[in-house]
C-alpha cells in the first residue's frame, strides 16, 4: 500500500473515533462495575441525568439494598418512571420540582422522601403501590389539600413527615388506614387551629400506640388527647397555649411547651404528668415565675430546660416539694437557666440542685449575697457570674470567696433615709447659725459724720472767674 492509502485510512479512523466520542457524550465516563451507580430512571440511565444508586447490606440478614439518591436534580414528576429499579430500599427525591406526588410502583421501597418540593395536593392511593414503605416525608411542600385516603395501602408505615406546610384543615379518619403509625409530623402548619376543641385520635383515626406526635407553629389553643393513650413525645412549641393542656395521656415522657403564652407555672399545669422524664419550656416570652409545688408531680423527671425566658425572675423554694410535705425529690440530673432573669436561688433548692449533673446559669444575672453562698459550694460548674454587688461583678460564682458573699444589714431605702436626714440636720444647723450671728432688731448702730469723714457731705463751689455779677 501506498503512502497516500495509508495516510487516507489513519484519517478515517480518526473520524470514526471522533463520531463514537461525540455520540457517547452524554454517557457516564465509567467502569462497567460503576455503571450500574446511575440506574434511575430509566430515560437518562447511565447519563448526567440519571441518579446516583449505590447498593447495601440491608440488616438483619445481610441482604441486598438499593439507595437512589436523586436529590438536586431539577426533576418534575414527568420525568420519574413508575416502575422502580428491583431491591430498591430507600428514594430520594428531596429539592427538585415536583408539582406532585409521583406515583411509584415497587414491592421493596421501604423509605420515599419528597421534601422541599412543590406539591400542592395529594390524592387518594397516591402511595397505594408502595405497600412496604415504612417512612414517608412530605415537609417543606406546600400542600394544602390531603384528599379522603390520600394514605390508603400503606399499612406498614411507620413515620410520616407532614411540617412544614399549608394544611388548614384535615379530611376525617385521613389517618386510620396507617395502622401502625408510630410518628406524625404536623408542625408549621399555622391554620391547623380549626382542631380546636377536637379529639385528635378519634376525629382524624391516629394510631391508638402513635409514640411521637409533634404540632409546634399550628395557631393551636386547645388540645385535647386520649388520657390512656401510650404517647411517649408530645411537641407543641410556638404555639398560644396559655397553660398546659389538662388532658394529656398520663404517660407522656418527653413535653416541649416552649414558646407559649404562659405567665406562671402552676401545680395543675404538671398535674397529670407523673411519668414525665423530660420538659422543656424554653424562649417563653411571657413567663414571670415558676409557683410553689409546681413541679411537685414530677416524680421521673431527669431534664428541665428554661432557656432563654427573659422575665422568668423567680422561683418558689418549694417548687420541688409537695403540699402535703413529704419530701420525695425527682431523680433531676440537669437543670437549665440559661439566659432568664433569676437573680436568686432560695436555700432550700440545695437538695435539688445539690444532686444535678448538669446545672446552666450562663447569662443569669446572679445577686452574691450571703442567701446565695451556699451555692458556691456545689461540685459542678454552673458558668454563673456575678451582677452584685459591685466589687465581684462579672467573676464565676466558684471564684468568688466566701467573706465576699455578704448582706447588707440595712435594707437601702434605709440608707437613703440616713443621708437624707443627715442632709437636713447639716442645713438646720447652718440657719442655726447665720440666725444667731445676725444683730438684734432692737439695735441700732449710729455713727458721727464730721469734717474729714467719708460720708460728710460734699459741696462743690463753682468758679469765682466764671461768676461776673
Given at each position: 500500500?501506498?503512502?497516500?492509502?495509508?495516510?487516507?485510512?489513519?484519517?478515517?479512523?480518526?473520524?470514526?473515533?471522533?463520531?463514537?466520542?461525540?455520540?457517547q457524550?452524554?454517557?457516564?465516563?465509567?467502569n462497567?462495575?460503576?455503571?450500574?451507580?446511575?440506574?434511575?430512571?430509566?430515560?437518562?440511565?447511565?447519563s448526567?441525568l440519571?441518579?446516583?444508586?449505590?447498593?447495601?447490606?440491608?440488616?438483619?440478614?445481610g441482604?441486598?439494598?438499593?439507595h437512589i439518591?436523586?436529590?438536586?436534580k431539577?426533576?418534575?414528576?414527568?420525568?420519574?418512571?413508575?416502575?422502580?429499579?428491583?431491591?430498591?430500599?430507600?428514594?430520594?427525591?428531596?429539592?427538585?420540582k415536583?408539582?406532585?406526588?409521583?406515583?411509584?410502583?415497587?414491592d421493596?421501597?421501604?423509605?420515599?422522601n419528597?421534601?422541599?418540593?412543590?406539591?400542592?395536593s395529594?390524592?387518594?392511593?397516591?402511595?397505594?403501590?408502595?405497600?412496604?414503605?415504612?417512612e414517608?416525608?412530605l415537609?417543606?411542600?406546600?400542600?394544602q389539600l390531603?384528599?379522603?385516603?390520600?394514605?390508603?395501602?400503606?399499612?406498614h408505615?411507620?413515620?410520616l413527615?407532614?411540617?412544614?406546610?399549608?394544611?388548614?384543615?384535615?379530611?376525617?379518619?385521613?389517618?386510620?388506614?396507617?395502622?401502625?403509625?408510630?410518628?406524625l409530623?404536623?408542625?408549621?402548619?399555622?391554620?391547623?387551629?380549626?382542631?380546636?376543641?377536637?379529639?385528635?385520635?378519634?376525629?382524624?383515626g391516629?394510631?391508638?400506640?402513635l409514640n411521637?406526635?409533634?404540632l409546634?407553629?399550628?395557631?393551636?389553643?386547645e388540645?385535647?388527647?386520649?388520657?390512656?393513650?401510650?404517647?411517649?413525645?408530645?411537641?407543641?412549641?410556638?404555639?398560644?397555649?396559655?397553660?398546659?393542656?389538662?388532658?394529656?395521656?398520663?404517660?407522656?415522657?418527653?413535653?416541649?411547651?416552649?414558646?407559649?403564652?404562659l405567665?406562671?407555672?402552676?401545680?395543675?399545669?404538671?398535674?397529670?404528668?407523673?411519668q414525665?422524664q423530660?420538659?422543656?419550656?424554653?424562649?417563653?416570652?411571657?413567663?414571670?415565675?415558676?409557683?410553689?409545688?409546681a413541679?411537685?408531680?414530677?416524680?421521673?423527671?431527669?431534664?428541665?430546660?428554661?432557656?432563654?425566658?427573659?422575665?422568668?425572675?423567680?422561683l418558689?423554694?418549694?417548687?420541688?416539694?409537695?403540699?402535703?410535705?413529704?419530701?420525695?425529690?425527682?431523680?433531676?440530673s440537669?437543670?437549665?437557666?440559661?439566659?432568664?432573669?433569676?437573680?436568686?436561688?432560695?436555700?432550700?433548692?440545695?437538695?435539688v440542685?445539690?444532686k444535678?449533673?448538669?446545672?446552666?446559669?450562663?447569662?443569669?444575672?446572679?445577686?452574691?449575697?450571703?442567701?446565695?453562698v451556699?451555692?458556691?459550694?456545689?461540685?459542678?460548674?454552673?458558668?454563673?457570674?456575678?451582677l452584685?454587688?459591685?466589687?465581684?461583678?462579672?467573676?464565676?460564682?466558684?471564684?468568688?470567696?466566701?467573706?465576699?458573699?455578704?448582706?447588707?444589714?440595712?435594707p437601702?431605702?434605709?440608707?437613703?433615709?440616713?443621708?437624707?436626714a443627715?442632709?437636713?440636720?447639716?442645713?438646720a444647723g447652718?440657719?442655726?447659725?447665720?440666725?444667731?450671728?445676725?444683730?438684734?432688731?432692737g439695735?441700732?448702730?449710729?455713727r458721727?459724720?464730721?469734717?474729714?469723714?467719708?460720708y460728710?457731705?460734699?459741696?462743690?463751689?463753682?468758679?469765682?472767674?466764671?461768676?461776673?455779677?
Amino acid at each position: 500500500m501506498t503512502k497516500r492509502s495509508h495516510f487516507a485510512l489513519s484519517c478515517i479512523a480518526i473520524c470514526l473515533l471522533l463520531l463514537v466520542s461525540c455520540s457517547q457524550s452524554e454517557l457516564i465516563d465509567a467502569n462497567d462495575e460503576d455503571v450500574d451507580r446511575f440506574c434511575y430512571p430509566a430515560a437518562h440511565k447511565n447519563s448526567r441525568l440519571s441518579c446516583e444508586c449505590s447498593n447495601v447490606s440491608a440488616s438483619p440478614w445481610g441482604m441486598r439494598a438499593l439507595h437512589i439518591d436523586c436529590s438536586y436534580k431539577d426533576f418534575q414528576a414527568e420525568d420519574l418512571t413508575a416502575l422502580l429499579p428491583l431491591y430498591i430500599d430507600t428514594l430520594d427525591l428531596s429539592w427538585n420540582k415536583l408539582n406532585r406526588a409521583p406515583v411509584f410502583n415497587s414491592d421493596s421501597l421501604r423509605m420515599l422522601n419528597l421534601m422541599h418540593n412543590n406539591i400542592s395536593s395529594i390524592s387518594a392511593s397516591n402511595f397505594a403501590r408502595i405497600v412496604s414503605l415504612k417512612e414517608l416525608y412530605l415537609g417543606w411542600n406546600s400542600i394544602q389539600l390531603l384528599e379522603p385516603q390520600a394514605f390508603a395501602g400503606l399499612p406498614h408505615l411507620q413515620v410520616l413527615n407532614l411540617a412544614h406546610n399549608n394544611l388548614h384543615a384535615l379530611p376525617a379518619q385521613i389517618f386510620a388506614p396507617l395502622q401502625v403509625l408510630q410518628t406524625l409530623e404536623l408542625s408549621w402548619n399555622r391554620q391547623l387551629n380549626q382542631t380546636n376543641g377536637l379529639e385528635l385520635y378519634g376525629s382524624y383515626g391516629i394510631n391508638p400506640k402513635l409514640n411521637a406526635l409533634r404540632l409546634d407553629a399550628c395557631g393551636l389553643s386547645e388540645l385535647r388527647l386520649p388520657i390512656d393513650a401510650p404517647l411517649r413525645e408530645l411537641s407543641l412549641r410556638r404555639n398560644l397555649f396559655v397553660r398546659v393542656p389538662s388532658q394529656l395521656p398520663r404517660q407522656l415522657q418527653l413535653l416541649d411547651i416552649s414558646e407559649n403564652l404562659l405567665e406562671q407555672l402552676l401545680p395543675v399545669d404538671a398535674a397529670n404528668l407523673s411519668q414525665l422524664q423530660q420538659l422543656y419550656v424554653e424562649d417563653m416570652p411571657l413567663l414571670q415565675g415558676i409557683a410553689a409545688h409546681a413541679f411537685a408531680q414530677l416524680h421521673q423527671v431527669h431534664s428541665m430546660s428554661f432557656q432563654n425566658c427573659r422575665r422568668l425572675s423567680w422561683l418558689d423554694g418549694d417548687a420541688f416539694v409537695p403540699a402535703e410535705g413529704n419530701v420525695t425529690l425527682p431523680p433531676l440530673s440537669t437543670l437549665s437557666f440559661r439566659g432568664t432573669m433569676l437573680r436568686n436561688f432560695n436555700v432550700s433548692l440545695s437538695p435539688v440542685f445539690g444532686k444535678l449533673a448538669q446545672l446552666d446559669l450562663n447569662g443569669v444575672p446572679l445577686h452574691c449575697d450571703c442567701q446565695l453562698v451556699w451555692l458556691k459550694d456545689l461540685a459542678i460548674q454552673t458558668n454563673g457570674r456575678c451582677l452584685r454587688p459591685a466589687r465581684v461583678r462579672g467573676l464565676l460564682v466558684s471564684s468568688v470567696r466566701r467573706d465576699e458573699f455578704s448582706c447588707e444589714r440595712w435594707p437601702r431605702w434605709a440608707y437613703g433615709l440616713i443621708i437624707l436626714a443627715l442632709i437636713a440636720l447639716c442645713a438646720a444647723g447652718v440657719y442655726l447659725i447665720v440666725m444667731g450671728l445676725r444683730p438684734h432688731r432692737g439695735v441700732t448702730m449710729r455713727r458721727k459724720v464730721g469734717a474729714g469723714s467719708p460720708y460728710a457731705r460734699v459741696t462743690i463751689e463753682p468758679n469765682r472767674q466764671e461768676n461776673f455779677h
